[in-house]
């Protein structure tokens, strides 16, 4: 069996089959590459990790999503009420964390990654 074969079937182990979905258009040296990176992946701890998770525990505190608002759709009025609530968070010492998913940026209205958005009314 090909390593490509030896690959596809641990990934249809854990329905992960579409990460070479496309691999023939790779070039020889682009395919090795993701042949070997997808050959050291564990997915068995991957997939427990993904099932555990919702054994988070914190305590008295709650994990959930939290709502969305696009903030490119909020009056003057509103944008200002929401950053007054915010400072007024922070200035009692109380504050939440958000982590957010890879992605462009594109929804923020910002053309850098996440990581780089300072919101509209935020100071350093």
Not at 13 to 24: D, I, N, R
Not at 117 to 123: A, Q, T
């Amino acid at each position: 069996m090909s390593k490509l074969e030896e690959i596809k079937t641990k990934l249809a182990t854990y329905g992960q089959e579409h990460l070479v979905a496309f691999v023939g258009e790779l070039s020889d040296s682009e395919r090795e590459s993701l042949l070997t990176r997808l050959e050291t992946l564990d997915l068995e701890l991957a997939k427990k990790l993904y099932d555990g998770r919702n054994d988070i525990s914190t305590g008295d505190d709650k994990i959930e999503p939290m709502a969305y608002v696009d903030r490119l759709k909020l009056s003057d009025e509103e944008n200002a009420k929401y950053i007054a609530i915010g400072e007024e968070i922070l200035k009692a010492g109380k504050f939440a964390s958000v982590t957010m998913a890879g992605g462009q940026g594109t929804r923020l209205g910002h053309s850098g990654p996440k990581g780089t958005y300072i919101g509209r009314g935020w100071r350093n």
